[in-house]
């Protein structure tokens, strides 16, 4: 039978569902539990991200996958889509086909029906996340538990600083972190991955007896050549620009072993700010800017007092202004819609500064407390996915995430809680 229901409902029902039972049963008759059900993916791929069951005896991570009729796993290709190979859990409403679901690398998808489940859902008790509205009995102990999560998120990106200064000098250490923020989630491997074959030092070498303008050009002949995204690596018509002419050219100049495939970046529903083209011109102008005291000798330096005005100062570090060619495009060939004003804006700099800035700096000068006080007091920045996915489930105010210190609590508690399937280790339950 199949049934025309709204997808958006059967999200509804599945919430609801898991809300309420305890124990399921998946159509090969295997014992299943929702530990944690994830929250909606907003990008490719399947309905919820990061949930956690257990199927059996065995613990699995991944993602769940709605359809309102079976066949469509099929009917949309997911068999054939390597994107899919992380689902763990197919939910369906009713049957138009086989129950028997495969993903593309050949491996068999429990599929769990609800329509046995619907006629009793009204006589269900409820009962959800253990931590579901903790907020509206006791905020101050959940806005404290947020402070330590949040410093405890900081102290572990220092230790991860602190093993990779023990092994590669500060200044590639800081440009690895830096260029993978610039990476955001769905870019962060790659821009990392450059970082190693596009050493701080090989572009920093492009600032010597140049002027500003050919240091840039050079540096993103050679950031976006060892990319793979020049046109000429990617088949893109690039209509004999000026500027993408110059780069090509100078690009044949470097005898780079090591390149990326153009496969590696996600170029898919990437807002147009976001492109990581633009985001790698924009690495030149840091580098170009920072050139005389070196990208690390400088920031260091911005840390004198610990007041919160001084953010004012540290944003200002990261800002890049666009122009030229990337004032207006967003990709080769590609012009953005609008006049785009910054190639790094101020949400962007205040994530680098948090996530990798402060912690550098305070793995870098033997736990000094000034970068500490400057992360516990940093404004508020726009909230990501998992910190409104996290709120919600929560039951915060707004007004109870007012620093950038208790989003990062809500992100470590997400990680390292809710997706692990550890609910009962929580402090907030």
């Given at each position: 039978?199949?049934?025309?229901?709204?997808?958006?409902?059967?999200?509804?029902?599945?919430?609801?569902?898991?809300?309420?039972?305890?124990?399921?049963?998946?159509?090969?008759?295997?014992?299943?539990?929702?530990?944690?059900?994830?929250?909606?993916?907003d990008d490719r791929g399947a309905d919820f991200r990061d949930a956690v069951i257990i199927r059996g005896n065995v613990i699995q991570q991944g993602e769940i996958e709605l359809h309102v009729n079976s066949g469509d796993w099929e009917a949309h290709g997911h068999h054939r889509n390597p994107a899919y190979n992380n689902v763990i859990l197919h939910v369906v409403l009713e049957e138009n086909g086989s129950l028997t679901m495969h993903r593309a690398n050949g491996?068999?998808?429990?599929?769990?029906?609800?329509?046995?489940?619907?006629?009793k859902r009204l006589q269900a008790a409820p009962s959800a996340l253990p931590c579901a509205e903790i907020a509206v009995?006791?905020?101050?102990?959940?806005?404290?538990?947020?402070?330590?999560?949040?410093?405890?998120?900081?102290?572990?990106?220092?230790?991860?600083?602190?093993?990779?200064?023990?092994?590669?000098?500060?200044?590639?250490?800081l440009y690895w972190g830096i260029l993978g923020a610039l990476g955001y989630s769905k870019n962060k491997t790659p821009c990392q991955k450059l970082a190693d074959i596009v050493p701080l030092r090989v572009l920093a070498s492009l600032t010597q007896n140049l002027s500003e303008k050919e240091s840039l050009l050079r540096q993103q002949a050679l950031l976006l050549g060892a990319a793979g995204l020049l046109p000429s690596l990617r088949s893109v018509n690039s209509n004999n620009d000026k500027y993408i002419v110059t780069l090509e050219k100078l690009w044949l100049e470097h005898s780079f072993t090591e390149t990326l495939a153009s496969g590696n970046w996600n170029l898919f529903k990437v807002r147009p700010n976001n492109s990581p083209l633009r985001r790698l011109a924009a690495l030149s102008h840091l580098v170009w800017r920072y050139r005389h005291n070196g990208l690390s000798g400088s920031l260091l330096d911005l840390i004198g007092d610990t007041r919160v005005e001084n953010v004012r100062e540290l944003t200002d570090a990261f800002l890049v202004?666009?122009?030229?060619?990337?004032?207006?495009?967003?990709d080769f060939g590609l012009a953005c819609s609008r006049f785009s004003p910054a190639l790094i804006g101020a949400d962007r700099a205040g994530e680098i500064i948090i996530n990798i800035l402060l912690p550098f700096i305070y793995a870098r000068e033997n736990s000094s407390g000034k970068s500490l006080d400057m992360f516990c007091h940093y404004p508020v920045l726009p909230a990501n996915s998992i910190e409104k996915h996290l709120q919600?489930?929560?039951?915060?105010?707004?007004?109870?995430?007012?620093?950038?210190?208790?989003?990062?609590?809500?992100?470590?508690?997400?990680?390292?809680?809710?997706?692990?399937?550890?609910?009962?280790?929580?402090a907030l339950v």
């Open positions: 039978m199949k049934s025309n229901l709204a997808e958006y409902r059967l999200v509804d029902l599945w919430r609801d569902l898991v809300s309420r039972e305890d124990t399921l049963v998946t159509e090969n008759g295997e014992p299943l539990r929702i530990i944690y059900p994830g929250r909606l993916n491996e068999l998808l429990p599929t769990l029906s609800l329509r046995g489940y619907l006629e009995g006791n905020p101050e102990k959940v806005t404290h538990l947020l402070d330590e999560a949040g410093e405890a998120r900081f102290r572990q990106k220092v230790a991860e600083f602190q093993s990779e200064l023990m092994q590669t000098a500060a200044g590639q250490v202004n666009s122009s030229g060619y990337w004032a207006a495009h967003y919600k489930q929560l039951g915060l105010g707004k007004g109870m995430i007012n620093s950038a210190c208790r989003q990062q609590g809500l992100i470590h508690i997400y990680k390292t809680f809710c997706i692990q399937g550890k609910c009962m280790e929580c």
